[in-house]
């Protein structure tokens, strides 16, 4: 009975152990800036992806499941009655409890020149969330604005005022603030980039696509109508590694992303103003400011990558940078015209883990007309960080 059950598990174990190479899992994280001051993730989602299906031979075709679930702060200044960004303002400040989750399929074609990997992959996917929002953890004390003044942190209905201009820049702040939305997205990546903890050689193009029509996006108070395209360049070159047999001990690596986003729609909700804004895009500046339709921008980096810190996947990095960018077109769920650029220079300071997580600080000197709005009038702008952009 006993050598039965020995050979049952080794069997168990042998089968697992092929079928473990059919999987691939890959992860995000978000943090809250007034949990331990955005030091650790508040945040976080996880993806699966089964490769053991094979439509095409030689290319991998994957299923990949991804779910997620956190707590998150957003911060806008722009005032809810004329639609006009004012940096003097008290902001509309406001956390979200948000669950996410995704399906998408991944068919590869060719062989890449870089690597164990496709050349091309076309992805069709679906997303959905569930967002609540609700006033900030600070809500009742004062906080230091941005031009360093102390006001209260309002609650939400006092900085919409019940106004219907404030509902239609905050769609899904409508109502009881709650918001279930779906959207349909589609990608194309070339990519002919050899990537490792030390050295980046070659590019990478991707092309992305998301639709969230209304349809998919009224099911509670909070709504959503809208569509974007983004198309995104990036290339990289290694200047200089000295490596011995074991490990690599230095580098030097030069790598520039250019990209380009277009975001519209009669509801942009507050979710992907973040992710379509300027200030989001030129490192230094507040997520959420600076959106208009289109924006183009340039981020070029020299990395400089150290030895393993006494753990194979472990790497010190400095990462100096150059970013500009330029936006234009209509503000977000307005009417009204804007154009604005903005630029910066700055290092990234940070621990590589497993090239995954880059756990840091980041310091930046702001170029131009534009400010960092949570920073007051200085040019200089610090953060922690956990993901370089590229």
């Known amino acids: 009975m006993g050598k039965r059950i020995l050979t049952l598990l080794v069997a168990f174990l042998a ?23 955005g030091f650790i993730p508040t945040y976080g989602e996880v993806s699966v992806g089964y490769t053991g299906l094979s439509i095409l031979p030689e290319d991998t075709t ?5 779910v997620g679930g956190g707590y998150v702060e957003r ?28 399906l998408r399929f991944n068919q590869g074609f060719l062989d890449s020149p870089a690597g164990d990997k496709d050349l091309i992959t076309l992805t069709l996917g679906y997303e959905g969330r569930y967002e609540d929002a609700m006033d900030s953890m600070v809500l009742g004390k004062k906080q230091k604005q941005a031009w360093g003044e102390m006001r209260d942190v309002p609650t939400i209905s006092e900085f919409l005022s019940s106004r219907q201009p404030g509902s239609r820049l905050y769609p899904d702040l409508r109502g009881n603030n709650m918001y279930l939305g779906s959207n349909l997205t589609f990608r194309f990546t070339l990519d002919a980039m050899e990537d490792t903890l030390s050295t980046n050689d070659g590019f990478l193009l991707t092309f992305d696509a998301d639709w969230s029509p209304y349809a998919l996006n009224a099911a509670l108070d909070g709504k959503a109508d ?17 490596r011995t047999e074991k490990m690599s001990w230095f580098s030097i690596v030069i790598i520039d992303r250019v990209r380009m986003n277009w975001l519209s729609g009669e509801l942009v909700p507050t979710y992907v103003q973040k992710l379509g804004s300027l200030g989001r895009q030129v490192r230094g500046y507040s997520n959420y400011t600076y959106g208009t339709e289109f924006y183009a921008v340039n981020n ?3 990395r400089f990558t150290g030895p393993d810190m006494g753990v194979d996947g472990l790497s010190p990095r400095i990462n100096v940078f150059f970013d500009m960018g330029y936006g234009c077109g209509d503000y977000f769920n307005t009417t009204r015209k804007g154009s604005n650029f903005l630029a910066s220079a700055g290092a ?11 756990l840091g ?20 702008s610090g953060s922690f960080t956990f993901f370089l952009d590229f």
């Open 300 to 302: 070029l980096d020299i």
């Open 348 to 358: 990234q300071f940070t621990v590589s883990i497993f090239d995954i997580i880059d």
């Open 75 to 102: 911060r806008f200044w722009v005032d809810p009655e004329d639609g006009v960004e004012k940096r003097d303002m008290t902001p509309l400040t406001f956390d979200a409890v948000q669950v996410t989750w995704a």
């Open 62 to 66: 994957e299923i990949e499941l991804s």
């Open 226 to 242: 809208f569509y974007q395209f983004t198309l995104q360049g990036v290339a990289a070159k290694t200047l200089y590694q000295y």
């Open 15 to 37: 089968a697992f152990s092929l079928a473990a190479s059919d999987w691939t899992f890959s992860g995000t994280i978000d943090q809250h800036p007034e949990i331990l001051i």
């Open 361 to 380: 600080y980041q310091t930046a000197f702001l170029i131009g007309d534009g400010r960092n709005f949570a920073k007051g009038d200085t040019r200089f």
